[in-house]
């Protein structure tokens, strides 16, 4: 009989969401009459359609298919087009962070590469993980066995923690703007996580999905707009809230030809080349119409109208900070993000609050103990619902509570 990998048991029987689902499942089947009444602002997933000019390349490129002389089979280097990632090079130079079409890795989103990544690591490396954090980030490397420092993240430090010099890491998750808090990283604090980094010898796992929401000057749209960052970091992003492609997959991995890390016989590794080895193994990209769909989001045009998609969804979150400032209630986020990450009201907890506005409101939000334990005591919501049914969510929500 096979063994297993006993760390998969440490984790939580369920994702975080699927215990979600089953509270509201177990809610209609007591209250059949209230299932067309509940408004979900949990998981973050977008709600208005794709660009059409994306529509039309993603068109193209599948008619192509149809083509024999423009068909295509595999492709040759499992690590996107070049016409994508010469595109997604132009879009990090618009706002002043240069990386080279070579060190860009297409993938099927951030969330694949924010956990496979680890598989180039060591079990035996030390990681700090914020907390609270987005689920992938620990459970990745639980199910490794890799020892797991936190880094506080609470309302006393804006949930954006400095790096404690006092603690060793070899690997570091950070993610801004953030996922579950919306808080965001200046430049000035990213320079400090930096540093820490080159002191320890270590590599930083950035996560910038979310960038696209970024509205502040001082707000970095990439760690690579940070000096230092090309000694110690990784970024990975995706296409899933920048330009609606939840259901279309596609992302990318940054990884800078410089960065390297150290063999137990001192040998000096490219980081690039035994990510791509693990690739090569393990992954045969992504689609010929998915990437030509998503070159069409770096075209001038695209960047025209995903900006359409994102100042709806940035309407939003102004929708529910502004009824938060209005009840008086501390949150995070609402700005340079897509998530509004506030303090759970009466002093309740997180899944206790999850059950009264479900009941009492017909609203569904996401407890922020799924996210560590310091998100005991906060909730967050999302700003990717419909306009009408956000509006409405609000208004709810300040009836029950104020």
């Not at 790096?163 to 808080?183: E, F, Q, R, W």
């Not at 609402?334 to 009201?345: A, D, H, R, T």
Request: charged fraction near 25%.
């Amino acid at each position: 009989m096979p063994k297993l990998n006993e760390n998969f048991m440490k984790l939580e029987k369920n994702y975080l969401f699927i215990n979600i689902a089953k509270r509201i499942n177990a809610f209609i089947e007591a209250n059949p009459d209230k299932k067309d009444n509940i408004i979900r602002m949990g998981i973050g997933d977008v709600t208005l359609p794709i660009a059409p000019c994306v529509v039309e390349a993603v068109k193209k490129g599948a008619e192509e298919m149809g083509v024999k002389e423009t068909f295509k089979g595999y492709e040759d280097s499992g690590t996107g087009y070049d016409f994508l990632k010469e595109a997604v090079a132009k879009y990090y130079a618009s706002f002043g962070a240069d990386i080279k079409p070579s060190e860009i890795r297409i993938s099927d989103g951030a969330k694949s590469d924010c956990g496979n990544i680890v598989d180039i690591f060591s079990e035996d490396n030390t990681v700090i993980i914020t907390d609270p954090a987005y689920p992938v980030y620990v459970d990745s490397n639980v199910m490794s066995g890799r020892k797991i420092v936190y880094a506080d993240c609470t309302k006393e430090n804006g949930f954006c923690p400095v790096p404690d010099k006092n603690v060793h890491a070899d690997l570091i998750y950070l993610c801004s703007p953030n996922n579950p808090t919306g808080a965001a990283f200046t430049k000035e604090q990213l320079k400090a996580w930096i540093d820490y980094a080159i002191d320890n010898k270590a590599i930083i796992i950035y996560d910038a999905a979310y960038e696209a929401f970024i509205t502040e000057p001082d707000i970095p749209r990439s760690i690579f707009e940070v000096e230092g960052s090309r000694q110690c970091a990784i970024e990975i992003c995706s296409l899933s809230k920048t330009a609606g492609f939840t259901g279309m997959r596609c992302g990318y991995t940054v990884i800078p030809d410089e960065l390297e890390a150290e063999a137990s016989d001192g040998t000096k590794v490219s980081i690039s080349q035994i990510w791509g080895r693990r690739q090569g193994s393990k992954f045969n990209g992504v689609s010929y119409p998915v990437q030509c769909g998503a070159a069409a989001v770096f075209s001038d045009e695209g960047r025209e109208q995903i900006k359409v998609n994102l100042e709806y969804y940035k309407e939003n979150a102004r929708i529910i900070a502004d009824a938060l400032d209005e009840l008086g209630i501390y949150y995070t986020g609402g700005k340079n993000s897509p998530y509004i990450w506030f303090e759970c009201p009466k002093g309740m907890e997180s899944w206790e609050f999850f059950d009264y506005l479900l009941n009492e409101a017909n609203v569904v939000g996401t407890p922020g103990a799924g996210f560590g334990k310091n998100g005991e005591g906060f909730f967050r919501l999302t700003s990717f619902g419909d306009r009408d049914k956000t509006i409405e969510a609000v208004d709810r929500i300040k009836k029950l509570l104020k």
